[in-house]
């Protein structure tokens, strides 16, 4: 029963960096949280996660580039994204789950509307 909300989106020129947010409505220690993202014409793709107990999981598109963090106090978690890309253009969502199956899945059960990144070429 959380709301997720996620900001720190915006244009960027191809090798800059971003840093996403995202602030849910409640405390996070008990969730698993993810970052996934929806280009234009093509289905969600797994970006980043990291578990209640902070053991992260990347995809291998952006591996090396990103790094997803939780600070718990502010109920929040980031992600850093540098040497962005122009196919990293899309929408980016905060997602969170209860359940302990593995933080890769894309079965998350709550999700944030989105922030837009997009990157100039």
């Known amino acids: 029963q959380v709301e997720l909300v996620e900001s720190g989106g915006g244009l960027v020129q191809a090798g800059g960096s971003l840093r996403l947010s995202c602030v849910a409505s409640?405390?996070?220690?008990?969730?698993?949280m993810a970052w996934f993202r929806r280009a234009p014409g093509k289905g969600r793709e797994f970006i980043a996660a990291?578990?209640?107990?902070?053991?992260?999981a990347y995809a291998d598109s952006v591996k090396g580039r990103a790094t997803i963090s939780r600070d718990n106090a502010k109920n929040t978690v980031y992600l850093q994204l540098n040497r962005l890309k122009s196919e990293d253009t899309a929408v980016y969502h905060c997602?969170?789950?209860?359940?302990?199956?593995?933080?890769?899945?894309?079965?998350?059960?709550?999700w944030g509307r989105g922030t837009q990144v997009t990157v100039s070429s």
């Open positions: 409640g405390r996070t220690d008990s969730y698993d």
């Open positions: 990291i578990s209640r107990s902070s053991e992260t």
């Open positions: 997602a969170a789950k209860r359940s302990y199956v593995p933080i890769t899945t894309n079965d998350y059960n709550y």
